[in-house]
């Protein structure tokens, strides 16, 4: 029944709502950093972006774009995070545990001379 649940986990829609319900707390410790009010005007000079949309100017919004670079690099690290996080716990799981090394050249020879020691 575990192995079933990990199987259901790892699927690609429990991950979305994994993000689904980071984006918020990141948001709130983002607070009010806002780049889409930065805009290039190809026509004329504009107060803001309603301004020069409302005159039908030709404008590139790379605010927006500056916007959805930091919401993607924000989203990967933390989904990277989180699927780290699981992968090591299931190689913890995976990991047998080692077998007793056997005793050094040193303990051998140890051992021998003990071993030849109570014999005389």
């Given at each position: 029944?575990?192995?079933?649940?990990?199987?259901?986990?790892?699927r690609g829609n429990v991950?979305?709502?994994?993000?689904?319900?980071?984006?918020?707390?990141?948001?709130?410790?983002?607070?009010?950093?806002?780049?889409?009010?930065?805009?290039?005007?190809?026509?004329?000079?504009?107060?803001?972006?309603?301004d020069a949309e409302a005159?039908?100017?030709?404008?590139?919004?790379?605010?927006?774009?500056?916007?959805?670079?930091?919401?993607?690099?924000?989203?990967?690290?933390?989904?990277?995070?989180?699927?780290?996080?699981?992968?090591?716990?299931?190689?913890?799981?995976?990991?047998?545990?080692?077998?007793?090394?056997?005793?050094?050249?040193?303990?051998?020879?140890?051992?021998?001379?003990?071993?030849?020691?109570?014999?005389?």
């Amino acid at each position: 029944m575990l192995k079933e649940f990990k199987e259901f986990a790892m699927r690609g829609n429990v991950v979305d709502l994994a993000v689904d319900m980071i984006m918020p707390p990141i948001g709130l410790v983002l607070g009010k950093v806002d780049f889409s009010n930065l805009f290039l005007s190809l026509h004329g000079t504009y107060n803001s972006v309603k301004d020069a949309e409302a005159a039908g100017a030709p404008i590139i919004k790379y605010g927006v774009f500056i916007n959805n670079v930091i919401d993607f690099l924000i989203v990967a690290f933390v989904i990277f995070l989180l699927i780290r996080g699981i992968n090591q716990l299931q190689r913890k799981k995976e990991e047998a545990p080692a077998a007793p090394a056997g005793p050094t050249p040193t303990e051998k020879l140890l051992t021998e001379i003990r071993d030849e020691l109570k014999a005389r």
